[in-house]
């Protein structure tokens, strides 16, 4: 399952889709705000995606890892919109036969989320608002 | 420039990010001779909106959400977007 959404996200909901009752590993990434970034203290980030070119992005990424590691199941979200510290803005959760498999494609995936999938970040303080520099994509 | 003199093309263009907020819009639209190049359509975004032009090295042009090169043909029918440096996660 790939997504973008403005939604909270649901790790409780991330573990039902990932269940395969062939996968004896589950490995799973969550990313989260925190309350430093490049510019200082941060207490908010504004999170903006190309949500269409992302999906399919993050599906091409899937097919890789797919491809690489022979997964069960994956799910990749990505939540946009306001988050305040502390909140998760990406989960990445991958099922596989054995553990290798798992934490090389979880590895792998949230790796290239970040370099080739159009999404953007502001971070927001009480001070100042300012977009992240970041990878232009090719 | 009159977009309804034949051979021309009404293109929109989708901004994200920084190049949306230097705008102040989220879509634009700039009226093109018919096939023009993905160069010759920033170039004329660059002068109708003078503000991007410190950041004309710094995004790319997708067409149908691919990254392209600068020769490429666009259309009015294709989805046209400027994508600043990206950082998800």
Known sequence: ?138 | MRSDIPGNDKIKVRLFAILREMVGESEITITVPADITVNHLNSEILKKYPQLKSFSNKFVTSVNCKVTTGDTIITSKDEIALLPPVSGG
């Open chain 1, 1 to 138: 399952m790939i997504s973008i959404t403005n939604n909270r996200l649901s790790l409780q909901e991330i573990m039902f889709e990932l269940e395969d009752n062939s996968a004896g590993a589950l490995s799973i990434f969550i990313g989260n705000v925190r309350n430093q970034g490049r510019s200082g203290n941060v207490s908010e980030i504004y999170y903006e995606a190309y949500s269409e070119m992302a999906e399919e992005k993050m599906r091409e990424i899937e097919n890789e890892a797919q491809t690489k590691w022979g997964i069960k199941k994956l799910v990749a979200i990505h939540r946009i919109g306001n988050l305040k510290v502390g909140e998760t803005s990406i989960i990445i959760g991958v099922s596989s036969e054995h553990r290798h498999e798992a934490f090389e494609a979880c590895k792998y995936i949230i790796n290239n989320v970040k370099t080739r999938v159009p999404i953007w970040k502001k971070e927001i303080s009480e001070e100042s608002q300012k977009w992240a520099s970041g990878i232009l994509l090719e």
